[in-house]
């Protein structure tokens, strides 16, 4: 696999919701702007492997049954993380908060040419 040649940061959200991406040349940066990589409404989260709040959707750990699904935690799997020329694939790991799952995500990523 070839490398990545960026540093790279996931992180969970309010605002925006879900899990955002940025990367940088160094690690002291300058950093990109975040991309959401991941967003539960957007990208079959909910009803899928994530918890709607009140639904009967089979999903909810018992007794949970009012609490939404959430992401957090995403963790980078740096081994089968790839890039090229201008993009990477990422994967990686991403817990859910209701039912309380990790679950192995992939993202993909354009990256900026240096100029």
Request: glycine residues 12%; contains cysteine; positive net charge.
């Amino acid at each position: 696999m070839r490398p990545v040649k960026r540093y790279l940061m996931l992180c969970n959200a309010a605002m925006p919701r879900g899990i955002t991406l940025r990367s940088a040349e160094a690690p002291w940066g300058p950093w990109s702007a975040g991309t959401v990589i991941f967003k539960p409404g957007r990208d079959n989260g909910y009803g899928h492997f994530m918890h709607i709040k009140n639904k009967t959707d089979g999903l909810s750990d018992p007794n949970r049954a009012e609490e939404w699904g959430g992401e957090y935690g995403p963790y980078i799997m740096s081994r089968y993380t790839s890039g090229a020329e201008g993009h990477c694939q990422i994967y990686y790991t991403m817990s859910t908060w209701n039912p309380y799952h990790v679950m192995v995500m992939r993202g993909g990523l354009k990256l900026a040419r240096k100029r």
